[in-house]
């Protein structure tokens, strides 16, 4: 089955800093997801992105399809922005997830 | 928005009992509800796909007898951990896929699980 990588498996960033985190996926996909999970354990989908760039707010994703990497940014990060992102194919192959911790 | 309530939000029981989990979406119709298993610091695991009034899809190694699930309505999914282990601690997530399909899920809050 398809294989998903994300990297860094960890990040620690101080407010106001930006980051970018892949998702590396060993086949084509065709339903790119990306969620974030706070340190309370709530999922919430952030993207669904099978090609191109979208933003939402302080947030954005590109897929290369061809490639077969997708790239999360985060901008102006804030401390709400800590927990897990993971990358995932449609709601079936979850990455191992970026772990972040934002300081203040 | 699109809202999935699960209960419990926590849960310990005895080795051996049986623990129920609900998952209902609140203003929306899920025909579709997918219930993941979480162990610490790992990723998600789909365990099944439960269909509104058909047999739920379970992931290859999940044990279907030991995880009961139900979709008898369009608005309720419940998981049953049957006869559980102390194995069978974890954090149980359930999600729908909103009117959107696939460009949107919405997860229920989770349910750890502890079994003593």
């Known amino acids: 089955g398809i294989q998903v990588e994300q990297s860094p498996p960890d990040l620690i960033l101080q407010e106001g800093a930006n980051s970018t985190l892949r998702c590396n996926f060993s086949?084509?996909?065709?339903?790119l997801q990306w969620f974030h999970q706070n340190p309370w354990g709530q999922l919430i989908n952030l993207f669904y992105?099978?090609?191109g760039t979208k933003q939402n707010g302080r947030l954005s994703a590109t897929t290369v399809a061809t490639e077969r990497y997708s790239l999360l940014y985060i901008s102006s990060s804030q401390t709400t922005d800590s927990g897990v992102y993971f990358c995932?194919?449609?709601?079936?192959?979850f990455g191992a997830g970026t772990r972040l911790a934002v300081h203040p | 928005g699109a809202v999935v309530s699960q209960h419990p939000s926590w849960v310990i029981c005895k080795s051996g009992t049986s623990v129920k989990i609900e998952c209902r979406s609140l203003?929306?119709?899920?025909?579709?509800m997918f219930w993941y298993r979480q162990f610490p610091k790992q990723s998600l695991m789909l365990m099944a796909t439960?269909?509104?009034?058909?047999?739920?899809?379970?992931e290859q190694g999940v044990e279907k007898d030991k995880f009961l699930i139900n979709h008898a309505s369009l608005t309720l999914s419940t998981l049953t951990v049957t006869s559980a282990h102390p194995e069978d601690s974890s954090f149980y997530i359930c999600?729908?896929?909103?009117?959107?399909?696939?460009?949107?899920?919405?997860f229920g809050s989770g349910t750890r699980l502890t079994v003593v």
């Open positions: 999600s729908a896929r909103t009117e959107r399909g696939l460009n949107g899920y919405t």
């Open positions: 086949d084509s996909v065709n339903n």
């Open positions: 992105i099978p090609s």
């Open positions: 995932a194919e449609s709601e079936l192959i």
């Open positions: 203003d929306f119709q899920a025909t579709t």
């Open positions: 439960s269909n509104e009034g058909s047999k739920a899809t379970y």
